[in-house]
């Protein structure tokens, strides 16, 4: 397979109760598109991180062109031109782009001084270089989330870097902005730079890589051409089984209407204008539309933690407020939302802190002290059900792969036992068995008369799991069409209507 820019042999990684990586290993060739797959907890971030500096390894070999490395920190990695674009995007979002890009390396002037025109200068360049189109002087606070990924990418080419780390890189992008990632990466391996690629999309993996290490249980499996693989192959490397159907069959019968929303607009930026729906017990309503088209905004404004303009909301035939969260929680509505780490969950602190705080009033007494068998049994309930890869219930919940820490936060959304359960990408970075587990999920919820709203860039999942499909245009309803009956090109028609 030629010469090799990175040889990693024999590496072990463990942690309290735990084996992460055992005896794991990958070769990538320079100027190659290197996949890394497995299901979410198999140890792909675990190994990168052992790499990257963040994790020290137990054992094994780690060789960057030929010599032997351990780097002591992420510094030191990206110092000797190894490069990482993490999945959980970790940036200074009170900040501007072109600060973030350059945290821990100011270009200086006299000595001491940021030389501010460099920094600027050198942005611009790198962002034309990679026709990415961001103002560096613009807050990473007011950055869309698919920008926002970007930036990090632009930032880890900035480090002329010959090892890059892709962690998930296009799971908040668009089709559109997914092609323009892989003309960066047609780029870098012109360049001569070795990429290593961690997705969950067998698509994607198959079109851009040109060889694919396979993980499971923090053992390695296989390395192949990707030219020699199939997504069934890659699925049954993954679980270690055939998984003919990606889809559950759909069990649910739509009954009565159980929510109406009518013309609700949204008081600040970015704006939903009129939207009217309704949802039925026992739907599954599928929400698609491109970046920017206000999918989330809709389901934050009902969920109250948007502030409305005007229109109504109501559930059951009673109309609702929906204030704040609180109010949503205790009026039956739950929402599962799109950034796991910024909104989802509490990274510091355990499982069981983060299966039981959306329902916590339940476990209090009349004098306010907590039960705590009934909060060990909710937190296993969460654990078991969701098949949540952990040590156990005290294990700080950052701590988890990024798919079973949505598996947790689907869980205590489910604790609250919702008449509407809301999900924004609920499947986003997840691998295609757990995806499984969550389809299932939602159907048995369905059938148990409960409301479901799906919001997905996947537009596959919409058709595979929804009975209807509401398309936003940028902030209007453009339509609402029957899954069974419609076709991607009507829904990418549909969803370019109001732009």
């Known amino acids: 397979m030629g010469n090799y820019i990175l040889e990693m042999t024999g590496i072990v990684k463990e942690f309290p109760g735990v084996k992460a990586l055992d005896n794991a290993q990958l070769f990538l060739r320079p100027g190659t598109v290197h996949a890394l797959m497995g299901e979410n907890g198999a140890g792909k971030s675990t190994l990168m991180k052992c790499l990257f500096g963040i994790y020290k390894k137990d054992a094994g070999s780690i060789k960057v062109n030929g010599e032997e490395v351990e780097y002591e920190d992420p510094k030191q990695a990206l110092d000797h031109g190894v490069s990482m674009v993490h999945q959980e995007l970790n ?6 782009v072109a600060d973030n890009i350059w945290l821990g390396r100011f270009p200086v002037k006299n000595g001491f001084i940021v030389d501010e025109h460099k920094m600027i200068s050198e942005t611009q360049k790198i962002f034309d270089d990679l026709a990415i189109n961001v103002d560096p002087k613009e807050k990473v606070a007011n950055l869309s989330v698919s920008q ?3 930036v990090e990418i632009a930032k880890a080419v900035s480090y002329n870097a010959k090892i890059v780390v892709m962690d998930e890189p296009t799971s908040s992008l668009t089709e559109k902005e997914v092609e323009h990632l892989f003309r960066i990466i047609n780029h870098l391996k012109e360049q001569g730079v070795g990429i290593i690629y961690i997705s969950h999309k067998m698509e994607e993996i198959l079109k851009i890589s040109d060889d694919v290490t396979i993980m499971r249980d923090g053992k390695w ?11 069934d192959k890659i699925i049954k ?3 270690g089984r055939d998984l003919t159907n990606r889809f559950p069959p759909k069990t649910n019968q739509p009954g009565e209407t159980i929510l109406s929303v009518e013309n609700l607009s949204t008081k600040f930026l970015p704006k939903v204008d009129n939207a009217s729906f309704e949802l039925k017990k026992g739907e599954i309503l599928g929400i698609a539309g491109l970046m920017g088209s206000r999918r989330t905004e809709l389901v934050e404004t009902i969920f109250g933690i948007r502030t409305r303009e ?5 559930l059951n035939g009673k109309e609702v407020q929906n204030k704040s969260a609180i109010d949503s929680i205790n009026n039956g509505f739950a929402l599962l939302t799109e950034e796991r780490r910024q909104t989802g969950i509490f990274a510091g602190l355990s499982i069981r802190f983060n299966s039981i705080i959306a329902n916590i009033k339940s476990y209090a007494n009349q004098v306010g002290a907590l039960n705590e068998g009934k909060m060990k049994t909710d937190t296993k309930w ?12 005290g294990t700080k919940i950052g701590s988890l792969s990024g798919g079973n820490q949505q598996k947790v936060i689907l869980g205590r959304w489910l604790l609250t036992d919702p008449e509407i359960l809301m999900l ?6 997840i691998d295609v068995g757990a995806k499984y587990e969550i389809y299932q999920l939602i159907i048995d919820l369905a059938n148990k008369g409960k409301g479901v ?8 999942e919409l058709l595979g799991i929804s009975d209807r499909i509401l398309v936003m245009s940028n902030g209007k309803v453009a339509g609402i069409v029957n899954t069974a009956q419609t076709n991607q090109e009507e829904i990418l028609a549909l969803a370019a209507k109001y732009i």
């Open 310 to 314: 005007g229109g109504s909301i109501t």
């Open 91 to 96: 940036q200074v979002r009170q900040t501007r």
């Open 237 to 239: 490397l993954m679980v």
């Open 221 to 231: 499996i296989a390395t192949e051409r990707a030219e020699d693989l199939t997504t």
């Open 424 to 429: 924004d990408e609920p499947t986003r970075g």
């Open 148 to 150: 926002a990924q970007m």
């Open 453 to 460: 709203i799906v919001i997905s860039s996947e537009m596959p």
């Open 382 to 393: 969460v654990i078991d059900s969701m098949r949540v890869k952990t040590p156990g219930e």
